[in-house]
């Protein structure tokens, strides 16, 4: 089965949210399709999105720091030990490549066994703070003579796309229907570089604060080499990612969504400057945009439509999206009644074989679920679709008539599945903050739709 889909989430400065937002629309997306094997890469040295997957074990140890010191499930392979980590992987790959007698599969952690509050079907390459430093010999090797280098002529290419050739390795076995998240580091680096060669499609969470021509210049002269903000670009072109890219036929991901984090005072006016110089790229390179053939974008409006999702403050920073990061568990999930299968069931369909991880604490699956409700999907035959009316309604509703709705939020179907929130019962959050957590996860569910659109 062909890899169903790659998306990296990437912002070419830090602030702009990417880790929370990976953390939770791999979450639902697993959620919404427990046949696919949904893979995270975690590309940071900060590795937050791989503690917010993992948490910590039964003496309060976290798990990313035994697995990145070998202290926990190691690697071995002939004389030599590999961290089942991001870097464990590209140390393998930068020093023998990838050997056919090693199944990729054998550094991935299905996180479920170490996290009984997530899916089964979600699995993790986790990083590691030594990916920085495996970063300055991956640079070094990248650029080695074909005399000296043990991938010839093609050593940039190779080690460009070890990653991709990971997932390649991963989605051509039997039967899988994969699924790729990477969330990329916020620099231009040589570990940047490989995780954007390894998607097909880009996802690039910006906020109104880091929006400014400037930056999307410089976004669009590093990865696709047009809209260049000075003529320091165009004379050293030559060491840049997209000329060296080309040059070694890498295929470069395209903009599938912008996802705008708006202030609470912003208006439709700001910043209006800046969408239209977008807009202007998008007519002069369709290319770099994940673009269906049909479609004839003629107005920034239609481009908006097409390509933006407007995330507000309000929605993406309240406490209960945090909490549900900071104790390692999913914003909503389905609940199920007692004769349901729930996703987590040992007995559910998993379609990526488990490769030695260690157990998990069983205690992690015995938390309190506070409810909390939810309306429908949005249609997954519109990248952009509608929001559902029904919570959207409840906001402009009037001070009484939210209390008089408050059971909506202890009755429906829906349940905040969370390990240590700061109090037991979700009652101690306001009414605005779990109407927001709601809508936050109704764009979590938007942006998913929208990954099923080629």
């Given at each position: ?173 039997k039967g899988i229907k994969l699924v790729v998240f990477i969330d990329v580091h916020s620099s231009c680096s ?171 604490n069983s205690s992690l699956s015995k938390t309190k679920n506070p409810k909390i409700v939810r309306s429908a ?78």
């Open positions: 089965m062909p890899l169903e889909g790659s998306y990296a989430i990437w912002n070419n400065r830090g602030g702009s949210g990417k880790t929370t937002l990976t953390y939770h629309l791999a979450n639902k997306f697993a959620l919404k399709n427990p046949d696919k094997t949904i893979l995270l890469i975690d590309m940071c040295p900060q590795t937050d999105l791989s503690h917010a997957l993992l948490g910590n074990d039964e003496h309060n140890q976290d798990h990313v720091s035994q697995i990145g010191t070998m202290k926990k499930d190691a690697m071995v392979f002939g004389e030599q030990k590999f961290a089942k980590t991001v870097s464990g992987y590209l140390d393998l790959y930068s020093s023998q490549g990838l050997p056919n007698n090693v199944d990729p599969r054998t550094f991935l952690l299905n996180v479920s066994k170490f996290n009984a509050q997530l899916p089964r079907n979600l699995y993790l390459l986790c990083g590691d703070a030594s990916i920085e430093l495996i970063a300055r010999s991956l640079e070094q090797k990248r650029n080695q003579t074909a005399s000296v280098s043990q991938f010839g002529a093609q050593a940039w290419k190779s080690i460009t796309t070890s990653l991709k050739q990971f997932i390649g390795k991963i989605a051509a076995r040589i570990i940047s570089e490989i995780a954007l060669a390894a998607c097909d499609k880009l996802l690039l969470p910006i906020t109104d604060e880091h929006m400014h021509r400037n930056g999307f210049e410089y976004m669009f002269a590093l990865l696709y080499g047009f809209s260049q903000p000075s003529n320091v670009y165009y004379y050293y072109r030559h060491f840049s990612f997209y000329y060296r890219a080309k040059e070694h036929d890498v295929r470069l991901p395209k903009i599938h969504l912008i996802l705008k984090k708006s202030n609470r005072n912003a208006t439709n006016k700001d910043n209006q400057k800046e969408w239209e110089f977008i807009f202007e790229v998008y007519k002069k390179h369709p290319q770099a945009f994940n673009v269906a053939k049909e479609l004839d974008l003629k107005t920034l409006d239609e481009f908006k439509r097409e390509f933006v999702i407007d995330i507000s403050e309000e929605t993406s920073a309240n406490q209960i999206v945090r909490q549900a990061v900071r104790s390692h568990s999913p914003l909503l999930t389905i609940k199920k009644n007692a004769n349901s299968n729930n996703n987590n069931n040992r007995n559910s369909s998993s379609n990526l074989a488990d490769v030695s991880t260690p157990s998990t999907s949005p249609s997954p035959n519109n990248r952009n679709a509608s929001l559902p009316n029904v919570n959207a309604n409840c906001i402009h509703k009037s001070t009484d008539a939210l209390n008089e709705s408050s059971s909506l939020i202890k009755q429906d179907c829906l349940s905040l599945n969370s390990n240590n929130l700061l109090n037991d019962e979700l009652s101690v959050y306001t009414q605005n903050e779990q109407i927001n957590a709601i809508l936050y996860d109704e764009l979590l569910d938007k942006i998913a739709s929208s990954l099923n659109r080629t």
